[in-house]
Every structure is written in C-alpha cells, then in structure tokens.
C-alpha cells in the first residue's frame, strides 16, 4: 500500500482543532481505504487499523471509501494532539494521530530535498 495526506475542508490547519465551535459534528481523524482493499484486508468500516512504515506505525479508524484509488491509504495531516506535553486541551479531546510518524527519513522528494510526505510505502492490517 501507499500512504497519501489530505486535507478536510474543517480541518485546514491543526489551530482550527482547538476552538469549539470548529470541531462540533463530524470532525474526525480517519484513514481512507479503498473498498475492494478493506474486503482484501479484512478492514471493516469504522474498525481500528495499523498502519506501518519502515520507521514507525499508527492506529487509526478506517473509513471504507471509493475515494481513494485501490492500493492507496490516506490519513489527514495536522493531528496527534493527544501527545503528552500538548497544551490544546479541546483539540486534545479529538487527538487523532500525527501521520508523520510514518515518515520516512530515507525516503526524499527529489527535486525539493524535503522529507517525502506522500507515495510512502506502507502495511496496513486490521487491529
């Protein structure tokens, strides 16, 4: 699999987690997985997954969804604010996970020099 970043149109920026009124209703920190990949993978919509790449893993809920291509893993970036230290106690009531954990110190994007945010290889296995 192949792990993506996005962004949601109520979480453009990690600040936004931490004020009320931003973070009622639907707001949530899920892995987007293909459904003909959840049937592969065992992966119930909703259920707890483990993502893994060669330098870390996550656990995050998956949400079943033709919205992502077929070998494609996608995980919202600008969360983990459950992080002991975090001072952003509402954004800590919806913590999510910090995708980059996954990221790869090896892995560069060619032509920046930066650290490759998306196209990381990576496992995932219901939890």
């Given at each position: 699999?192949?792990?993506?970043?996005?962004?949601?149109?109520?979480?453009?920026?990690?600040?936004?987690h931490?004020?009320?009124?931003?973070?009622?209703g639907?707001?949530?920190?899920?892995?987007?997985?293909?459904?003909?990949?959840?049937?592969?993978?065992?992966?119930?919509?909703?259920?707890?997954?483990?993502?893994?790449?060669?330098?870390?893993?996550?656990?995050?809920?998956?949400?079943?969804?033709?919205?992502?291509?077929?070998?494609?893993?996608?995980?919202?970036?600008?969360?983990?604010?459950?992080?002991?230290?975090?001072?952003?106690?509402?954004?800590?009531?919806?913590?999510?996970?910090?995708?980059?954990?996954?990221?790869?110190?090896?892995?560069?994007?060619?032509?920046?020099?930066?650290?490759?945010?998306?196209?990381?290889?990576?496992?995932?296995?219901?939890?």
């Amino acid at each position: 699999m192949v792990l993506v970043g996005r962004r949601e149109l109520k979480s453009n920026n990690s600040w936004m987690h931490n004020i009320n009124v931003l973070t009622k209703g639907s707001l949530s920190c899920t892995a987007h997985v293909h459904p003909e990949d959840a049937q592969r993978f065992g992966i119930r919509d909703g259920a707890t997954i483990r993502i893994t790449s060669r330098v870390g893993e996550i656990e995050i809920p998956a949400e079943v969804t033709d919205a992502v291509r077929q070998g494609v893993v996608s995980v919202p970036h600008g969360w983990g604010h459950g992080v002991p230290g975090t001072q952003m106690v509402v954004a800590a009531a919806k913590a999510g996970v910090n995708s980059n954990i996954l990221t790869d110190d090896k892995v560069l994007d060619p032509l920046s020099g930066n650290a490759a945010l998306n196209a990381i290889p990576v496992t995932v296995v219901p939890v």
